[in-house]
Antibody, heavy 118, light 113 residues
């Protein structure tokens, strides 16, 4: 079955770096675009970014553009989100997700919590 | 960016009764090229990840009961639950996929009266 498992969350100091990972299984990862969506504590969903199946196309929301970097390793079926210079407002649960069977984001991971604090 | 709004933000419901959530976008989500309206609905149950309910305006995702329906056009959209069940509680979000960045509405919290 399709599984998306995020990892790498934790406490990070403002201005430092953190890399999130999303391990994918149960589908052909190398054929599939991937998303990151986040949710600040007690808040709504915020779409962050998308990367194409081969990594050749990326789009970032303004809130993370220039600070966060998407990448993927199709040989490892893994998606990454490098968080550089994080701010307190980046504190959130980070979900990786994909549009696989139908239009719309139909598979989501369980999320990984990132807390930006000194 | 496309701004999404939802009303109401809180919706107490009675099991067995119908419920309706409205969503509005700041610009049309109709792609005149293919005739599709790029509006989805998601439900996030307490403590869970979001799940897709409705995609491209009115298509139910796999496993979604036919009690759920999506409708609307252009900039105004509605999610209807014909008969609410206790398991339907959570926060409902609309999201536009017409253009990047995708954007979500603020969410409508549905709970049982």
């Amino acid at each position: 079955q399709v599984q998306l498992v995020e990892s790498g969350g934790g406490v990070v100091q403002p201005g430092r770096s953190l890399r999130l990972s999303c391990a994918a299984s149960g589908f052909t990862f190398s054929n599939t675009g991937m998303h990151w969506v986040r949710q600040a504590p007690g808040k709504g969903l915020e779409w962050l970014a998308i990367i194409s199946y081969d990594g050749g196309y990326k789009y970032y929301a303004d809130s993370v553009k220039g600070r966060f970097t998407l990448s993927r390793d199709n040989s490892k079926n893994t998606l990454y989100l490098e968080m550089n210079n994080p701010r307190a407002e980046d504190t959130a649960i980070y979900f990786c997700a994909t549009q696989l069977r139908v239009a719309g984001i139909d598979y989501w991971g369980q999320g990984t919590l990132v807390t930006v604090s000194s | 960016d496309v701004v999404m709004t939802q009303t109401p933000l809180s919706l107490p419901v009675t099991p067995g009764e119908p419920a309706s959530i409205s969503c509005r976008s700041s610009q049309s989500l109709l792609d005149s090229g293919d005739g599709k309206t790029y509006l989805d609905w998601y439900l996030q149950k307490p403590g869970q990840s979001p799940q897709l309910l409705i995609y491209t305006l009115s298509n139910r995702a796999s496993g979604v009961p036919d009690r759920f329906s999506g409708s609307g056009s252009g900039t105004d959209f509605t999610l209807k639950i014909s008969r609410v069940e206790a398991d339907d509680v959570g926060v409902y979000y609309c999201m536009q996929r017409m253009e990047f960045p995708f954007t979500f509405g603020p969410g409508t919290k549905v709970d049982i009266k």
